[in-house]
């Protein structure tokens, strides 16, 4: 991916360094599973959060320790968001909307969101509640090791992903979807979920497609990174991976042929209004 060049963004809150004596989830097997759903791009995280505690909300400040990768890998992060800004921005004005840009939050181990306390396990995640897209740059370690899915244009889907829940609640998706929620059983709730996160892969390819219109950001093999760690976190493979066995009802982010299919939807029509996931099956 070319993104040196690229422009960064003023709006990355860096907390890396700030210690946050978070809640301890409880372990098992559904801890686990929870985790690693949850840890792959997008979802729920509330759902292993617990909310504000008396005790747990009593941060320490250490001096920011950061190696140069690091420090790289968070240049890249400003990059790609202030890429982000730049294309839904457009389609934004396009529309006759104005986009409002989010901002993105890195830390180390645990944070405190509007929407709770989280750990890195969580993996990156979007909080509506404050606009804030929150990532433990670790998470790139463990995408490319943990779940085989290398590459820069890997790492920039995955925020062009939670950018995409956020385009959902600007657009009142979200809260429409939480809504039909609260009405349904246990089973329907986890396929709405699965709409709203195969939507925001759609969304995450019209970024990669208007972007590489615009900018010429792609390089050889940069889609395929991509396709690839769509592939990787589908629930079907999780599932398999944690527990041996596959439980269709329970998926909340869809499986692996989804997510890749939905992806290519988005960047090979480059039109958000092609990612109406909740209008097909």
Known sequence: MRWQIGRRSENVEDRRGSRISAPVVGGGIGAVILSLVVALLGGDPSVIWQQDNAQSDRPTTESPRTTQGQDQMADFVSVVLANTEDTWSSIFREQGNTYVEPKLV?????????????????????????????????????????????????????????VGHHVQNLLGI??????????????EANQLSVRLELQADCFAGVWANRAERSRQILEEGDIEEALNAASSIGDDRLQ?????????????????AQRVRWFKQGIQTGDPKQCNTFAKS
């Open 240 to 256: 398999e991976q944690a527990r041996g066995y596959i439980v269709p009802e329970s998926f909340t982010h869809g499986s692996s």
């Open 174 to 187: 979200s809260d429409k979807v939480r809504a039909l929620q609260n009405q349904v059983g246990e089973v």
């Open 106 to 162: 890195l830390y180390s181990d645990a944070v405190k969101s509007a929407c709770g306390f989280a750990r890195s396990a969580v993996g990156p995640f979007y909080c509506p509640r404050d606009e804030k897209v929150y990532i433990d740059l670790s998470f790139y370690r463990d995408l490319k090791n943990k779940y085989q899915a290398p590459g820069d244009f890997a790492q920039a889907y995955v925020i062009a992903h939670e």
